[in-house]
C-alpha cells in the first residue's frame, strides 16, 4: 500500500482502500485560536462514503479477514509505536484543529492515542471465550465454545473535543477484533484522523482495513454512513440529539449501535473533605479543555457548612485560569472550539442571568487583544443562585461553566446529583471513606470518582445511562461490542445409560 498523498497544511482528503482521494467538494477548517485558515478539507460525497464501505468489505474477504489473534495483536503494538514516532505531527495536527493547550494535548490526547492501541492489543491478545462442558440428563457430553467473529464494516462518528483520543478509542477495539473501520472525524477536527491514515501505512495495516471520511453530520458523510446499508455497526460519540438521529438512521438496518452521549455531570462535595485537595480537583473537573469534556462538571452540590469557603476559592481558582494561545507559556486554556459554538455558550450566560444566577466568576467574552479577537474565547464563567430546576442546570452546556448549589444531607446531595436526565459521570468530594463508596454508588451514572475526575483505567467500563448513551465500551465490553460470537457445540460422547447414583447432577438436556 502506498500513500499517494501528504496532509499538506492546506489540503485533507478522504482516505479509502489505502489511497488519499480527493472530491469535488471542499469546506474550510479555521481555527479557534484566531480564525486563520488551518486546511481546507475534501468533503466525501456518497461515492467516497460507499467506495470506503466496499474497500473495508474487500479487506475482510481477504486475508484480513483470515488473520490472527497474535498478528492483530502485533498490528496494534505497531501502530502505536507509530504513533509515539509521530508524535509531533499529531500534536501539532490536534492542536491546530482544537486550539487546546499544548501540554494538555500533549498529555492527554496524543498519549492516550498510543495509550489505547496497546491497551487493546494487551487485552485481545489474552482474551478469553466462554467455554461449557455440556453434561445432558441423557447422559451426552459436549463441548460448548465460542468463536469470536468480526462483526464487518464498522461505522465510526466522532466529535471535536478530544478527536484522536476517542477516535482511537474506538478504532483499536474494532481493529483487534478483526473488523475493518470507515472513520468520520468532526468537521472541526479533521487532522489528526488524516495523519493516523498515514501511520496506518506506515505501520502495515492492510489496505481498507481503516478508510477515513471527511465531513458533517446531515446531508454528507456522516448521514450516508448511517444510511448506507452495508454497515454491520455504528459507534458514535456525540450529543444525544445526533445519538438519537443516528439510532431512528440506523432501525431500518437492524444493526448494533454503541453511544457515548451528553451528559450533566455533577460533583458532590462533603463538609468533611479537605478543601484544597476539592477546590484543586473541581477547577479540572469544569474547566479542563475548556469545559469541553464529556465528563466535565456542570453541576456543583457543596455543603452547606462550606459552600461559602469553597465558593469563593472555586472562584478565585477560575479566575486564575489563563487563556492564551496554545503554546504560549503558563496557557491552562485555550478558545471553544467555534465562534458557532461560542454562541451556544453565550446563549446560556444570557440564560442564567434570565433565571437569577450570580455571575461569581467570567461572565463573558475576554479581552486577549487584537490578534486573537477572531477566535472563539469565553471566560471561564461560574454561578450562584440558581435553581436545580433552571435551564442552565439541566441542559448540557459544554462549556466552561458550572453553577453551585448548597445542600444540607447526604440523602439531598444524591437527590440533587440524580436529578437529571442525563447519567453519564459523577464526582464524589470526602474525607470519609465509607461516605465516599456509599454515595458513589449511589450515583445513577456510568462512571463515578470519589475524590478524583478523569483518572481512567481502559480496562474498565465506559459509558452512561439514560440521555447519555447505549452500551458500554473498555476492556472486555469493546471486545464485546466489536465481536460477534459464534457458538460451537461439538458431541464429546453419545447418550450413555444414566448413572443410578446422581441422574440430576445434569447441567442441560
Ligand atoms: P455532534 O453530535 O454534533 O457531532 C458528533 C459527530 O457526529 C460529528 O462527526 C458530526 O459531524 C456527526 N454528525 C452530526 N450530525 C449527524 C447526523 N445527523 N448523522 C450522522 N453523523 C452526524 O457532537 P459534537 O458537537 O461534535 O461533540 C460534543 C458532544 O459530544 C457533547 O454533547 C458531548 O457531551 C458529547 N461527547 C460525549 C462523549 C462520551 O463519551 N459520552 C465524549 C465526547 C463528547
Ligand atoms: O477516556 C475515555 O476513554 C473516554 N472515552 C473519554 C471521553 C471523554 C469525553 O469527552
Redesign the pocket.
Same mark, same amino acid.
Request: net charge neutral; with cysteine.
Given at each position: 500500500m502506498t500513500a499517494t498523498a501528504q496532509l499538506t497544511a492546506t489540503t485533507l482528503r478522504n482516505f479509502v482502500g489505502g489511497r488519499f482521494i480527493e472530491t469535488d467538494s471542499h469546506f474550510e477548517k479555521r481555527s479557534p485560536v484566531d480564525g486563520s485558515l488551518v486546511a481546507m478539507v475534501a468533503e466525501a460525497d456518497r461515492a467516497a462514503v460507499d467506495a470506503a464501505v466496499q474497500a473495508g468489505r474487500a479487506a475482510l474477504n481477504g486475508a484480513w479477514g483470515r488473520s490472527t489473534v497474535p498478528e492483530r495483536a502485533a498490528l496494534l503494538r505497531r501502530i502505536a509505536d507509530r504513533i509515539d514516532a509521530r508524535f509531533d505531527d499529531l500534536l501539532a495536527a490536534e492542536v491546530a484543529d482544537t486550539g487546546k493547550p499544548l501540554h494538555l494535548a500533549r498529555e492527554v490526547d496524543i498519549a492516550r492515542a498510543s495509550a489505547n492501541f496497546r491497551a487493546f492489543a494487551d487485552m485481545i491478545a489474552s482474551a478469553g471465550v466462554d467455554s461449557y462442558l455440556t453434561e445432558a440428563a441423557d447422559g451426552r457430553r459436549a463441548l460448548n465454545y465460542a468463536l469470536r467473529k468480526p462483526l464487518g464494516v464498522v461505522g465510526v462518528i466522532v466529535p471535536w473535543? &478530544?478527536p484522536l *483520543? &476517542?477516535l482511537t478509542?474506538k478504532v483499536a477495539p474494532a481493529i483487534a477484533c478483526g473488523n475493518a473501520v470507515v472513520v468520520k472525524p468532526s468537521e472541526e477536527t479533521p487532522s489528526s484522523a488524516t495523519v493516523l491514515a498515514e501511520i496506518m501505512v506506515e505501520a502495515g495495516v492492510p489496505d481498507g482495513v481503516f478508510n477515513v471520511v471527511h465531513g458533517f453530520g446531515q446531508d454528507s458523510a456522516g448521514e450516508f454512513i448511517t444510511t448506507h446499508p452495508d454497515f454491520d455497526a455504528i459507534t458514535f460519540t456525540g450529543e444525544t440529539s445526533t445519538g438519537s438521529a443516528i439510532m431512528r438512521a440506523s432501525a431500518p438496518f437492524v444493526r448494533p449501535v454503541s453511544f457515548?452521549l451528553g451528559g450533566k455531570n455533577a460533583a458532590l462535595v462533603f463538609d468533611d473533605v479537605d478543601i484544597d485537595r476539592a477546590v484543586a480537583g473541581l477547577t479540572r473537573s469544569i474547566f479542563t479543555n475548556t469545559g469541553q469534556?464529556? *465528563?466535565c462538571t456542570e453541576r456543583v452540590y457543596v455543603q452547606r457548612g462550606i459552600f461559602d469557603e469553597v465558593t469563593a476559592r472555586l472562584a478565585e481558582s477560575a479566575r486564575s485560569l489563563r487563556l492564551g494561545r496554545p503554546d504560549a507559556e503558563g496557557t491552562t486554556t485555550g478558545p471553544l472550539i467555534s465562534t458557532g459554538h461560542r454562541e451556544k455558550v453565550l446563549s446560556y450566560l444570557e440564560l442564567a442571568r434570565q433565571e437569577g444566577g450570580e455571575v461569581i466568576a467570567g461572565g463573558g467574552i475576554p479581552d486577549l487583544g487584537s490578534d486573537l479577537a477572531g477566535g472563539a474565547w469565553i471566560e471561564p464563567t461560574l454561578w450562584t443562585g440558581l435553581d436545580q430546576d433552571a435551564r442552565v442546570m439541566r441542559e448540557e452546556v459544554f462549556g466552561p461553566i458550572a453553577g453551585l448549589i448548597p445542600f444540607d444531607t447526604e440523602e439531598e446531595g444524591i437527590r440533587l446529583a440524580n436529578d437529571t436526565k442525563y447519567g453519564l459521570a459523577a464526582s464524589v468530594w470526602t474525607n470519609d471513606l465509607e461516605r465516599g463508596h456509599r454515595v458513589a454508588g449511589s450515583m445513577r451514572v456510568g462512571i463515578s470518582w470519589v475524590n478524583n475526575w478523569f483518572l481512567?483505567d481502559l480496562r474498565s467500563p465506559?459509558g452512561g445511562t439514560g440521555l447519555s448513551g447505549i452500551g458500554r465500551e473498555g476492556g472486555e465490553h469493546s471486545l464485546n461490542f466489536y465481536s460477534e460470537p459464534t457458538n460451537v457445540c461439538v458431541t464429546l460422547s453419545d447418550a450413555q445409560p444414566q448413572s443410578p447414583v446422581m441422574p440430576e447432577t445434569a447441567a442441560a438436556s
Open positions: 473535543n &478530544l *483520543l &476517542l478509542w457515548e469534556v464529556c *465528563l481512567r465506559f
